[in-house]
């Protein structure tokens, strides 16, 4: 875990951003979680327009730590919060989706989704036996459908 402080480092040096504190941990499962933490300025630089920065620091680190190691390892980055913010958020939005969907009884649709944000709603909807949630569409146009179950 130092190789991955130590790249993080670097990387956030390469982009002109003073991190504060670096934290890594690591969970049962083998994911490991990287929480830099940095002013509310630089926060939103390293998060992006609908996270897709944190995202591609996310696929940048794990491949340098793979060059480095010979391992891959499922890596979480996290700035300022922004993945419980968000996660926090998307649960909240998936239960009010289907308890609109359950009283309507029409399918509603989810856009701008990315893969972790969309799996974060079928997650969250997992339980719930009235409805059923499925990713439709290719790419870029990916979105999630809350429906009615049959």
Not at 69 to 82: E, P, Q, R
Not at 88 to 104: F, I, S
Request: hydrophobic fraction near 40%.
């Amino acid at each position: 875990m130092d190789k991955l402080k130590k790249l993080s480092r670097e990387l956030l040096a390469h982009l002109g951003v003073k991190s504060e504190t670096i934290k890594i941990t690591e969970d049962k499962t083998g994911s490991v979680g990287l929480e830099v933490a940095v002013d509310e300025a630089e926060a939103g630089i390293l998060i992006g327009y609908h996270g897709e920065t944190i995202a591609a620091l996310q696929l940048l680190l794990g491949m340098m730590l793979y060059r480095q190691t010979g391992k891959w390892a499922k890596l979480v980055v996290n700035v300022g919060d922004y993945r419980q913010k968000r996660t926090d958020y998307l649960t909240a939005l998936a239960q009010d989706t289907a308890v609109k969907v359950a009283e309507t009884g029409e399918p509603l649709a989810l856009y701008n989704l990315n893969p972790f944000e969309r799996r974060i709603v079928h997650v969250a909807l997992s339980e719930r036996k009235e409805i059923v949630t499925e990713s439709q569409g290719e790419g870029k146009s990916r979105f999630l459908v809350v429906s009615p179950k049959q």
